[in-house]
C-alpha cells in the first residue's frame, strides 16, 4: 500500500488539478508506456479508487528509483496546497489515520459540542 501523501498526489492527478504537477509527472513517466497508460487511465476515470491506488503504487516506485524525482514530486505537491489555500480559508492536510476533529471559524453565542 503506497504512503498516503501518494494516494493525494495520485488523485489530485487523476482529476488534473495541476498542470505543473500533470507535467512534472508526465515527463518522468515518458518512455514508460505502462506507468503512462497507468497515468492516463487514472485522469480517464478520477473515481475510480484502484486506478488511484495503482498510480500512487507507480509514484511510489518511481521515487525509490529516483529519489530526486520524489523530493520535486513531494516539493510540487506542497506548492499545489499552498496555492489553494487563500483568502482565510483553512486546509489541512493528514497522511495517515485521523480521529475526531473540529474546525471552527466564527462562533456568536453558546457553541456545545
Not at 8 to 26: F, P
Not at 70 to 89: D, I, P, R
Amino acid at each position: 500500500m503506497p504512503e498516503p501523501i501518494l494516494v493525494s498526489i495520485a488523485a489530485a492527478l487523476a482529476g488534473k488539478a495541476s498542470t505543473s504537477l500533470w507535467e512534472l509527472v508526465r515527463t518522468k513517466f515518458s518512455g514508460d508506456d505502462k506507468a503512462l497508460a497507468e497515468l492516463d487511465a487514472a485522469s480517464d476515470q478520477p473515481e475510480d479508487q484502484e486506478r488511484i491506488t495503482r498510480l500512487a503504487e507507480r509514484l511510489e516506485e518511481a521515487g525509490k528509483q529516483d529519489p530526486e524525482f520524489a523530493k520535486q514530486l513531494h516539493a510540487e505537491w506542497q506548492q499545489v496546497n499552498t496555492q489553494n489555500v487563500s483568502g482565510g480559508m483553512f486546509n489541512n492536510q493528514f497522511n495517515g489515520p485521523v480521529g475526531k476533529n473540529a474546525y471552527i471559524d466564527t462562533v456568536h453565542g453558546d457553541l456545545r459540542l
